[in-house]
Structure formats: structure tokens, C-alpha cells
């Protein structure tokens, strides 16, 4: 696992990957061991860094744990997100246009301004999601938890929000 230290911008080496997949890599905020300093891992998939402004269009995540990831204004445009862990992550602006989100936990996710147009949310978890601001315009948001969420300025127009 490579991790990025916040303090330096240092790469370290902390531990080789044995997973059954090793192209999808957590994302998470850790506390250096001897160090008193916040490193951030460097969260891949593929040859694709997830950063904010990763270009991760057409990219298939179906299952990978990124929660707490930063997306911030990330181009994940008719990616395969479906039953992903995106808890407590910053889509802010990010463009999730035709994205496949089926089942996919988003609760406490910011996507203020972000683009879902079209997008597929059948059955995903958005309790405290912060859609402010945000397109939806076309979406699938049938069977969707939508318990708490801020749609404040939200376009919801053509989405489908009936339960199957």
C-alpha cells in the first residue's frame, strides 16, 4: 500500500497488497505509526488515480470500498458504481452523468452540485446526503433512501422517484 503523507507530500511504502483485488485500494485518512502526522493513501484503480478531478469516465468501481474518498469535481461520467461504499465522500461538482449507482451506499455524501443526470440510484442509500444545488434531471432515484437528504435547489425534473 502507498500512502502520501500530508505533512511532506512524501511517498511510504507501508505494506505489500495480498487482497484477492488488488486493483481497488481503500480510501481512508490514517495516523502515521511514528510519525505524529495525517497521511493520505493514494487510492487507485487500475492505471486511474482517485483524486479530486480523477478522470474516471466509463470506469468500472462495481463494489470498491472508497468511502471518505475526495471525488471533488471528479469525471466519473456512465461509470459502473454499483453497490459501491461511497460513505462520507466529497462528490462536490463531480459529474456523474449516466453513472450506474445502483445499491451503492451514499448516505452522508456531499454531491452538492454535482451532475446526475440520468443517472441510475434504484435502491441506493442517500440518508444525509447533501444534493444541494445538484442535476437529477432523468434519474433513476426508485427504491432510493432518501431519509434526510438536502435537495434545496435540486432539479428533479423527469426523475423517477416511484418505488418497483
Known amino acids: 500500500m502507498i500512502l502520501r503523507s500530508a505533512a511532506s507530500g ?6 505489500q497488497g495480498s487482497g484477492t483485488d488488488p486493483k481497488i485500494m481503500y480510501c481512508r ?3 502515521g505509526i511514528h510519525h505524529n502526522f495525517m497521511i493520505t493513501m493514494i487510492t487507485t484503480y487500475n492505471e486511474y488515480e482517485i483524486k479530486p478531478g480523477a478522470n474516471l ?10 468511502w471518505d474518498a475526495n471525488l471533488k469535481d471528479a469525471d466519473l461520467r456512465n461509470a459502473d458504481l454499483r453497490n459501491a461504499d461511497l460513505e462520507g465522500a466529497n462528490l462536490n461538482g ?22 446526475l443526470e440520468g443517472a ?3 435502491g441506493a442509500n442517500l440518508s444525509n446526503a447533501n444534493l444541494e444545488d445538484a442535476n437529477l ?7 432510493a433512501n432518501l431519509e434526510d437528504a438536502d435537495l434545496r435547489g435540486a432539479n428533479l425534473e423527469g426523475a423517477n422517484l416511484t418505488p418497483n
Open 57 to 66: 469516465k466509463d470506469a468500472n468501481l462495481e463494489g470498491a470500498n472508497l
Open 29 to 31: 485518512r490514517v495516523k
Open 137 to 143: 434531471n432523468g434519474a433513476n432515484l426508485s427504491n
Open 10 to 15: 512524501q511517498l511510504v511504502k507501508v505494506a
Open 94 to 115: 463531480a459529474d456523474l452523468e449516466g453513472a450506474n449507482l445502483k445499491g451503492a451506499d451514499l448516505s452522508n455524501v456531499n454531491l452538492y452540485g454535482a451532475n
Open 120 to 122: 441510475n440510484l434504484n
